[in-house]
């Protein structure tokens, strides 16, 4: 037999049985479209996990205030709850550290603040003019504070994008405007683009949050920006050996403070979506493997059925590789058309999620070919035994078949 007419004869075959196909297929379609939306659910998290990460700043390490408590209690204290930094530390990492690009010491907390006619709940976080290129903030409208506003003390604010809708509503234009924060006036100069990630936040000079907001010269946090990424552990060792040695400490473990890399949290934050992805897939997939056993089912079922033209087959000169090879190709058929139909469901469905569930997916070239992948070996797995089983039929006692 020629493969035309093995693929022939499969086609009549499983049209012959629409109904029976057609419920089998289904079982493909379903899994394959599973493990794609699945798929893609995990790498769009991923996606917005690293852009919101790499959003923050470039080469960057955080320096936070915390302590190490004694054995047997909590592990950690609560980092940025301690006051242990201060404006001192920060002039001595930028001026003895030679890898430092550019550092911009912060305090935050949070307060209400009041307009005309609206008010809200938010993050305020005095900053110094070097924030905006530490941390990626780019300006809309206006200007960012100004060394010259941190010397002067002036009551200047700059506006995150969600902040300015809600105190006014996305004005086109709120410079000059007056808010209130914490019961204290303040002149807006400037709107932050959004960033999707540090949109809720107003930034006012780190000078006046320390005096008017905080009550205190100590600072929160401390970015710092090394020169490339190939010297970010290098410089996370030197800040820490600077800062333990300014603090007095001998014993790192009881450090008053905390450093960390942003790529460090990239690549946490990698393998926790990874595999969170391989999870999801993972269950989709049993509902691969229950579609390949009714594949097997329904070609074990074609088999008993079709005992007799088996056995005609034989008796007029088909080999035992020719039956195999037509129950094979009609099992390998059915999970072809079921993984075309599940890869267009999937990136359906990933679409819909998206769009109604307002939930970022990706659905990747990879992902597609190792969906048509596996649903091609489901096809050649579960249907080689109903066609060994086809090819081993004795033609005499297939004829005889009732």
């Known amino acids: 037999m020629t493969f035309s007419d093995i693929f022939t004869e499969a ?18 379609v379903i899994g394959i479209a599973s493990v794609i939306a699945m798929i893609s659910v995990g790498q769009g998290a991923s996606n917005t996990i690293q852009s ?18 004694t054995f047997g209690s909590q592990a950690r204290g609560g980092r940025g709850g301690a006051n242990s930094l201060t404006l001192s530390d920060v002039e001595a990492i930028r001026t003895e550290i030679n890898t430092v690009v550019d550092i911009a010491p912060t305090v935050s907390g949070r307060y209400q603040v009041i307009t005309k006619g609206a008010n ?22 206006g200007d960012f504070v100004t060394d010259l506003d941190n010397t002067n003390l002036n009551k200047v604010a700059v506006l995150g994008a969600t902040t300015n809708e809600d105190l006014f509503g996305g004005a086109s234009s709120p410079i000059g405007e007056t808010i209130r ?12 683009k959004a960033s999707g990630l540090l949109d809720d936040v107003i930034y006012v000079p780190l000078s006046v949050a320390q005096k008017l907001l905080i009550g205190n010269n100590y600072v929160s946090t401390i970015a710092v920006q090394a020169d490339n990424a190939k010297d970010m552990n290098e410089t996370l060792t030197q800040i820490t050996d600077l800062l333990l040695k300014r603090h007095h400490i001998s014993d790192a473990t009881k450090a ?18 990874q595999t969170l992805t391989v999870l999801l897939a993972s269950i989709a997939g049993i509902s691969l493997a229950v579609g390949g056993i009714g594949i097997m089912n329904m070609m074990l079922t074609n088999v008993t059925e ?8 034989k008796a007029i000169g088909a080999t035992s590789n ?16 079921g993984g075309i139909l599940g890869i267009i469901l999937g990136i359906v469905i990933a679409f819909a999620i998206t769009k109604i569930g307002n939930i970022p997916t990706k659905v990747a070239s990879s992902s597609i070919l190792l969906a048509f992948g ?8 579960f249907g080689y035994y109903p066609a060994k089983k086809a090819a081993r039929l004795n033609p005499i006692d297939a004829l005889r078949y009732e």
């Open 306 to 313: 079709r005992t007799r033209e088996i056995g005609l087959r």
């Open 322 to 337: 020719d039956i195999s090879a037509q129950f094979l190709s009609e099992s390998i058929i059915l999970t072809f058309v």
């Open 256 to 273: 008053d403070f905390s450093a960390v890399s942003m790529s460090d949290v990239l690549s946490i934050a990698n393998t926790m979506t």
């Open 52 to 69: 919101g990460i790499q959003s923050l700043g470039s080469n960057l390490i955080l320096v936070t205030p915390g302590f190490q408590r």
């Open 374 to 381: 596996v649903s091609a070996l489901i096809g050649v797995v």
């Open 120 to 141: 809200t709940n938010t993050s305020v976080t005095g900053v110094t003019a070097s924030y905006a290129n530490v941390r990626n903030v780019t300006i809309d409208q």
């Open 11 to 28: 086609f009549t075959a499983i049209k012959s049985n629409k109904m029976r196909s057609g419920l089998t297929v289904l079982g493909i």
């Open 181 to 192: 924060i914490n019961g204290i006036q303040f002149t807006v100069i400037g709107v932050a």
